[in-house]
């Protein structure tokens, strides 16, 4: 297994908000937020469920630009 590049790399961090809710955020390597659920979830469980959504879902997800 190769070692990740720690300057081009990102991390998933997962968190409760003040309300008690449940978010993730991909954060890169230099600090900056590249998304977020969007959304609070009610159960960690269901928060990691969205994290490995994200996951297999976008790694091949297509570029579509909408027209004005």
């Known amino acids: 297994m190769a070692a990740r590049d720690e300057r081009n790399s990102a991390k ?3 968190f409760e908000d003040r309300s008690g809710q ?3 955020r991909l954060v890169h390597s ?3 937020i590249i ?3 969007g959304e609070g979830y ?5 928060a990691k ?3 490995e959504s994200v ?4 790694s091949d997800a297509e570029v579509v630009e909408e027209e004005p």
């Open 42 to 46: 009610a159960t960690k469980q269901k």
């Open 12 to 14: 998933f961090e997962l």
């Open 49 to 51: 469920q969205g994290i």
């Open 22 to 24: 449940y978010r993730w």
């Open 30 to 32: 230099n600090g900056n």
């Open 35 to 37: 998304a977020d659920s």
């Open 55 to 58: 996951k297999q879902n976008a």
